[in-house]
Every structure is written in structure tokens, then in C-alpha cells.
């Protein structure tokens, strides 16, 4: 298939990018390198810089490939940051959503699989969290993903769009190549290989990240659907609001043309 993967030069998302054309994919990653980094994009991917928002660039980009299917990854992910400035993040993570759906129609594309976050659910009011827990976001990060979802889910009943939202939980793990070897290093990556390495002792860590059980899942097993947990934990769930649990053949089936 051929894959746009926005913010494919971030954590997750350059992740899949390997994994993907590892599996044989054409990928295209659009990234405006807010947070990524051009470094992680593997070379055998077309990369472009900019705005996945800017319509003009969306429209030049579904020219030149014929894409079946967008992996939505880019957004503003910072929840400290959303209470500061929800502005931001609603334009981010909902208005160039709603340009991105746009072009793809333009272009009759009509597959994505959307990274929405656990967020959305709020405070547990019990655990572990499934997909019929209510949704109360308790800061605008996860309130502009519960929105892209509706948004998403109105655009399935209007004009046939077919998607899937995966409600990542915790992400922890570094690329098949390694972060490290890459010559760069970002909180997200290094921890994980830090604490590998013994580097790093527990103490050092934010305190939830220590005291709170978490399921955590490796980005890597993202293509195969699995999000298999890397350390044990009851607390979180991994959900999907699409039939299915996001094993590799639905979430396939969701870019299959
Ligand atoms: N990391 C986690 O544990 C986690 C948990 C829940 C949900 N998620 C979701 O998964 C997705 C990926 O998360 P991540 O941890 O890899 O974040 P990240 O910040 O490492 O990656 C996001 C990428 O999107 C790019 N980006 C942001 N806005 C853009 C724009 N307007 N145009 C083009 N590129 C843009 C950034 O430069 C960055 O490369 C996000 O949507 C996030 O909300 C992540």
C-alpha cells in the first residue's frame, strides 16, 4: 500500500515508518519537525516539510502518489502545554484535521487510522478502562482528540470515510536501529534505554511514571496491531470506539482499498 504517515518524524510515528517499510509499504511522511526529527524519517520513505494542515502542500503531495490510506500521528502533545495555550492545540490537533480530511476527499481518499489517546477518558472511575468507560477529558489535549474523533466518526456517516482511532495509552521503546545510534536523543527515547542500560534508576523517573501500574505498549509492534505491553500493569486498556481491538488484520483492513 501507499502510506501517508503525518508527524512520521516523531516518536511513534517514525517508529511505524520503519516498520512499515520493513513490511513493504510506500511511505510518504509529512512532518513540520515541531517536536520530530528529520534524522529519524528513514531515507527509503519521500519526506516533506511543512504543515499537515497547509492544503496547498496536501494537495501537491496526493498528486504526485496515489495514496490509499493516511496514519495520523501529528499533533500537539503536550498536556501541560494545552492548559496554558487550548488554542493552539484545537487548531493543531482539530482544524488541520479537518483540512486533511478535506483533501483526502478531494482526492478520494477515504482511510485513516487516527492516534486519539487514553486522555479522552478522563479520571478512571474504574479500572481497567474500557472503551464504554465515559468520556470527560480533563484537559484540552485529550478534548481536541475526543473532537477529531467525532469529527472523524460524522465524516464516516456523511461520506463513507473509513477509520479507526486507537486510544494509545503509555509508549515506552526505542527503533529496531535505536534512538541512540541516530545521534540524537529526546526524553522519550533515551529513558527507556537508559533504564535498559541500568544508566538511570527509578528515583530519576517523574513520579507517576514509577508509583502508577501502567499498561505500556512498544510503538514497534504498532503495524502488527498487538501494542503488546512491555511492562505488567492492570490499569489501562487498549481501545479502539471501531469494532474490533486493533489486531493487525482490522487495523489492515481499515487502508485495504
Ligand atoms: N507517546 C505516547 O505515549 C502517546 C500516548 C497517547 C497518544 N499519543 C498520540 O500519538 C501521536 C504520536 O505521539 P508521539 O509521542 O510520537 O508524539 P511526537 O510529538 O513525538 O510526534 C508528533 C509529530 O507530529 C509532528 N507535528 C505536530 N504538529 C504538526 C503539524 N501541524 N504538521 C506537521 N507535523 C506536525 C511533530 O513535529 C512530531 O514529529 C500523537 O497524536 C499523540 O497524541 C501518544
Avoid at 88 to 117: P, Y
Avoid at 118 to 132: K, L, S, T, W
Avoid at 206 to 231: K, Y
Amino acid at each position: 500500500m501507499i502510506l501517508l504517515i503525518t508527524g512520521g518524524a516523531g516518536y511513534i510515528g517514525s517508529i511505524c515508518v520503519e516498520e512499515l517499510l520493513r513490511q513493504g509499504h510506500e511511505v510518504i511522511v509529512v512532518d513540520n519537525l515541531q517536536e520530530g526529527h528529520r534524522e529519524a524519517v528513514p531515507p527509503e520513505s519521500a519526506f516533506y516539510e511543512g504543515n499537515f494542515g497547509d492544503r496547498d502542500l496536501l494537495e501537491t503531495i496526493f498528486q504526485k502518489h496515489s495514496i490509499d490510506g493516511v496514519i495520523h500521528f501529528a499533533a500537539d502533545t503536550r498536556v501541560e502545554s494545552s492548559m496554558i495555550d487550548p488554542g493552539q492545540f484545537f487548531n493543531n490537533n482539530v482544524v488541520n484535521g479537518i483540512a486533511l480530511l478535506d483533501v483526502m476527499r478531494k482526492f478520494g481518499c477515504n482511510r485513516m487510522i487516527f492516534s486519539s489517546t487514553a486522555a479522552i477518558y478522563g479520571e478512571p472511575q474504574y479500572n481497567p478502562v474500557d472503551e464504554n468507560h465515559s468520556k470527560l477529558p480533563v484537559n484540552p489535549y485529550g478534548e481536541s482528540k475526543l473532537m477529531f474523533e467525532k469529527i472523524l466518526d460524522w465524516y464516516h456517516r456523511a461520506y463513507g470515510l473509513k477509520f479507526n482511532a486507537l486510544r494509545y495509552f503509555n509508549a515506552a521503546g526505542a527503533s529496531r536501529t535505536s534512538a541512540m545510534d541516530r545521534g540524537f536523543l529526546i526524553w522519550k527515547w533515551s529513558k527507556p534505554w537508559k533504564l535498559s542500560q541500568g544508566k538511570q534508576s527509578l528515583s530519576n523517573l517523574h513520579p507517576e511514571d514509577s508509583v502508577i501500574p501502567r499498561h505500556w505498549w512498544h510503538p514497534r509492534n504498532w503495524p502488527t496491531g498487538n501494542l503488546a505491553g512491555i511492562r505488567n500493569s492492570q490499569n489501562w486498556k487498549k481501545s479502539s470506539p471501531q469494532p474490533g481491538n486493533g489486531t493487525e488484520s482490522i487495523l489492515m483492513d481499515t487502508l485495504q482499498p
